[in-house]
């Protein structure tokens, strides 16, 4: 008998791709983030049994079906449902969720702020691509107020949602944002909420080449990308620019841009601490329009990380807490409670 | 036969009854409840048949003394088989004025009427709308009932002056020493409610002292007080031997599912959020942490459906619970658990509706939005409980059910079970029907890709655990292709799928016990159909009608859908089929859809169950029609 034992050789992005065929538009930033999740999986270390996906409705959403893992295609708004009692049930699940702005923000927004209450280990990708694409055209909550779609042809009148602003607010310990056509951005953002221990919010901004082409092309496309993005790294100053010329220092509460040409000196910047929730409340309200004169650069990256317990960590805790105070109740005893008589 | 007893120089009229009802009517704050529920108990334990029926208001705590603040608890007991609260009341307790307005009509000629003398006072007889001047207590509105006119309120300040408590809590005692009254007039023993008081308030024994005096005080008020002269005596029921509990239908419901996981060996999951009258399961299950009960308070009743979706997709026994309009919320989510045929349980406790309707009443119209209420083909199974310790059974089967065919499946109860109790004789864990609910671990289609929705024998689809290696795929609310799941958009594999998921519902009739005849002949001239609640009140009416020489039957359904498979032909020997109904006529319209037969409807939509007289009176009207 041979003693030696043959490593499980490794899985390749290949292997998660399930035998449907992807059937997204030509040129949707969909295709970009399916790649790179299935480019990150086989170094993640999680047995491939033990990957659950759980989607909403929505083209993002028709993701599930294109992972060679389990998964769950839900209904309209409550995949955040769907996917807190996979994990309340079993915790070596590697839940990960799929959903839009749409999908999200609007039909699935109570759901949304709770599960970033209660902090369920769930890796959550939002693609936000602010429109309705399965419905053909129709804005969303994350639209740009004034924007001309199929529903609202004089331009819509409603403001729409920060996501970022509404996790950090509903209590989110991980808020991060990313880009479609960054890719190496992307896999870096999503290794690192794949780390995080609760709820995992990732926004990535996602082209609708069909109905909103062009949304985020101010941070994606190489001719503005550089003075537009800010990339956030822990423990580093804000800089940003096409040749690092900008930092950003604090005024109080408030973000100021500040000259770095000509080799000024970078102390005083803000240096990024992801564990500063308020700071991080600070970026997330960068969230100027890019065509307005003396708007702050979109930040991108890790904004927020907290430690704080799951939800089912803590209700596991109850349950062996109950068990060793009054222990497990025989099903006889259940039957019977505390008050019986016999009739003879 | 009535008897005379002589006690401390005081003859005592003893009447002997073979069941008595008794309503506790005040206000909110009064503790009617709680007082119902000791008398309730002491019955019990006595060894008496009981049926109790609790109504209280939708408002918290409505403006006291108001007629829609009353709380009113009734309870029917007796030395024969109960099956109802009783009709109208042998004794009425009202505390108040309002409770006197709001119950009067409904005591019996000749019954008894004990009054809190304190409750109408010019103030109270306002609060209950008694026009200017009137006192029902003095203007003869009362001839015709024998009265006993208590200063309660007096009485028990006096008996508690010496404890050192503040007028509220003294005030608060006064149910005790009514429930001590009815005591002695009822011949019970105070032990009980003696242990009960000691328990509850062990740790404040000035108020422990308080309660018990006050209940003591009232036995021996009733012992002493020359004006009462009247007992009664109720015997011990014949019930089949064995040792009993009291309980009520969400109690029963809650440890049924309990039951079931275990004997399925699965963890039991409740998403649910908080809806009158279905939260005591809820509050009743997020006891059992130890028994690795997990109970999830979900942000809506959307999220409490899911929850348990995605509780069940990932190995455990999900179930949903709710009322009415929280169940028109999960339909959607139905409709995925159909789709997906994921097991689940979702238990509708009717309350009265559309909207928020009645939702402190009872009512049985949901069924059809049980049967129909998804969009699409979307068959489920529909169980109904007919009375609190039924639901035990129907809870447990609905997760058999729910797990042996891979398919959401509805129990219905209402709130009149839902809050009313009976004596349970309880099953030992041992006699409990197993429940087989086998997870796949390997592959059912070797060398190629796992198939979910190959179907057995039964057309049901394999069980799969996430985590199980070799076995990945997807399920979902698109539509799929037979046997692999795949997404398809295919109209004739869609027609096929519709029919697949149809046929493996209605072969469940293959795997239910046979409906038979409860009461009667099976060929009587006129069958009493029923379903769920109106269990107890046709049985009554249809068993005291064969007793008076009528030919006449009870056919009773827990299984509303599928019908059982014999349904039809014992539905057929009778000439009459008469189908009574808290709603407009639901079952009607199914049966005589199914059977083509014309079904007499009977219905009441009046937020309270039938009365046993309602029942006899409509049976004997259909018996003497042509």
């Not at chain 1, 240096?271 to 997330?284: G, N, Y």
């Not at chain 2, 007796?78 to 505390?95: F, N, Q």
Request: hydrophobic share 40%; proline share 5%; charged share 25%.
């Amino acid at each position: 008998m041979s003693t030696e034992t043959t490593a499980p050789v490794k899985k390749t992005a290949k292997d998660f791709a399930s035998d449907q065929d992807v059937k997204w538009c030509p040129g949707c930033g969909d295709y970009a983030i399916l790649a790179q999740v299935q480019r990150v999986f086989p170094d993640l270390n999680v047995p491939k049994e033990n990957y659950v996906f759980v989607s909403g409705i929505g083209c993002s959403s028709r993701f599930t079906y294109y992972m060679d893992t389990f998964g769950v295609h839900s209904i309209h708004g409550r995949a955040a449902c769907v996917a807190s009692g996979v994990r309340a049930t079993n915790r070596d699940l590697d839940v990960w969720l799929i959903s839009g702005d749409g999908d999200s923000l609007s039909i699935g927004g109570n759901h949304f702020i709770h599960l970033m209450r209660r902090n369920f280990e769930i890796k959550y990708l939002m693609f936000n691509n602010q429109i309705y694409g399965l419905t053909k055209g129709q804005y969303s909550p994350a639209s740009e107020k004034g924007i001309k779609t199929k529903s609202t042809p004089m331009g819509s009148v409603d403001e729409p949602f920060n996501p970022l602003e509404l996790a950090i607010g509903a209590k989110s310990t991980f808020v991060a944002r990313s880009l479609d056509r960054d890719p190496k951005h992307q896999q870096f953002v999503i290794k690192r909420a794949h780390e995080h221990k609760g709820t995992a919010f990732v926004e990535i901004y996602q082209n609708c080449p069909v109905f909103n082409d062009g949304a985020f092309f101010t941070y994606t496309e190489k001719e503005t990308k550089k003075e537009e993005c800010l990339f956030l790294e822990h423990g580093k100053p804000l800089i940003f620019g096409a040749n690092n010329e900008h930092g950003i220092k604090l005024d109080g509460l408030k973000p100021v841009i500040v000259d770095l040409s000509g080799g000024a000196s970078t102390d005083g910047l803000w240096i990024h601490d992801e564990t500063d929730r308020m700071k991080a409340m600070i970026l997330a309200g960068m969230f100027d329009n890019p065509a307005h004169a003396g708007h702050m650069p979109r930040p991108f990256g890790v904004f927020y990380q907290e430690k704080r317990a799951t939800y089912e960590d803590d209700l596991h805790a109850q349950i062996e807490e109950a068990k060793a105070k009054k222990g497990k109740t025989p099903l006889d005893k259940i039957l019977s409670g505390d008050k019986t008589w016999v009739i003879a | 036969m009535d008897t005379i007893e002589k006690k401390a120089g005081k003859t005592v009229e003893v009447r002997h009854a073979e069941n008595v009802v008794v309503r506790f009517s005040g206000d909110s704050g009064d503790g009617m409840q709680l007082t119902g529920s000791q008398f309730t108990d002491t019955s019990a334990f006595f060894g008496q048949d009981l049926s109790t029926f609790p109504e209280f208001p939708a408002e918290i705590r409505a403006p006291a003394g108001t007629v829609a603040g009353v709380s009113g608890f009734q309870v029917n007991f007796g030395s024969k088989e109960i099956y109802t609260p009783g009709d109208e009341y042998d004794v009425l307790v009202a505390m108040n004025s309002a409770g006197l307005k709001s119950d009067l009509h409904k005591v019996k000629k000749g019954g008894i009427i004990l009054v809190n003398t304190a409750g109408f006072d010019k103030k109270n007889l306002n609060l209950a709308k008694y026009p200017e001047g009137a006192n029902p207590l003095e203007d003869g509105t009362l001839s015709g009932f024998t009265v006993y006119k208590i200063d309660v309120t007096k009485l028990v300040k006096e008996a508690l002056t010496d404890t050192g408590l503040g007028m509220k809590e003294i005030e608060r005692s006064k149910n005790m020493f009514v429930l001590g009254f009815l005591f002695w007039m009822f011949d019970k023993s105070m032990d009980y409610t003696i242990g009960f008081i000691t328990e509850k308030f062990g740790k404040k024994p000035e108020i422990m002292n308080a309660n018990i005096k006050a209940l003591r005080a009232g036995y021996n008020y009733g012992e002493t007080t020359e004006i009462f002269t009247t007992r009664w005596k109720v015997d011990v029921a014949k019930m089949p031997a064995g040792v009993y509990r009291q309980i009520t239908g969400n109690h029963a419901t809650a440890i049924g599912l309990i039951c079931a996981a275990e004997k399925a060996k699965l963890e039991l999951f409740l998403g649910s959020y908080p809806i009158t009258p279905a939260s005591d399961i809820l509050h009743e299950l997020s006891k059992y942490r130890a028994n690795g009960v997990k109970t999830f308070q979900a942000e809506d009743e959307i999220a409490a459906i899911c929850s348990a979706i995605g509780a069940s997709y990932a190995g455990a026994l999900g179930v949903t619970t709710s009322s009415g309009p929280g169940i028109a919320l999960k339909m959607e989510a139905m409709g995925l658990a159909v789709i997906t045929e994921t097991p689940l349980v979702v238990v509708n406790v009717q309350r009265g509706g559309p909207s928020t309707g009645l939702p402190t009443k009872t009512e049985q119209a949901d069924l059809l939005q049980a049967i129909h209420g998804r969009h699409g083909e979307a068959p489920l199974p529909v169980i109904a409980a007919s009375t609190p310790a039924d639901c035990f059974d129907c809870a447990y089967e609905a997760a058999r059910i729910a797990l042996e065919h891979m398919t959401p499946v509805m129990l219905l109860t209402d709130g009149y079970i839902a809050n009313g109790s009976e004596p349970w004789k309880f099953p030992s864990a041992d006699s409990l029907k197993p429940i087989n609910a086998e997870f796949v671990t390997e592959t059912n289609n070797p060398g190629g890709k796992f198939l979910p929705y190959k179907r057995d024998e039964r057309g049901v689809r394999p069980r799969t655990k996430p985590g199980t290696p070799g076995l990945e795929h997807r399920i979902g609310g698109l539509e799929k292709q037979d046997e692999t799941g795949n997404v398809s958009y295919d109209s004739v594999n869609h027609e096929k799928m519709v029919h697949l998921r149809q046929a493996k519902v209605d072969k469940i009739a293959d795997s239910i016990p046979p409906a038979h005849v409860d009461s009667g002949k099976e060929n009587a001239k006129l069958c009493v159909l029923g379903w769920g609640s109106t269990a107890g009140a046709i049985k009554t009416a249809v068993r005291e009608l064969i007793a008076e020489g009528h030919d006449v039957a009870h056919v009773h359904l827990r299984y509303v859908n599928p019908f059982q498979k014999n349904l039809g032909e014992v539905l057929a020997k009778f000439d009459k089929v008469m189908i009574p109904e808290m709603n407009l006529g639901q079952l009607a319209m199914l049966i005589r859809a199914k059977y083509m037969i014309p079904a007499i409807k009977f219905n009441k939509v009046q937020g309270l169950p039938f009365t046993v007289d309602e029942l006899k009176v409509k049976i004997v009207e259909i018996l003497n029609s042509k």
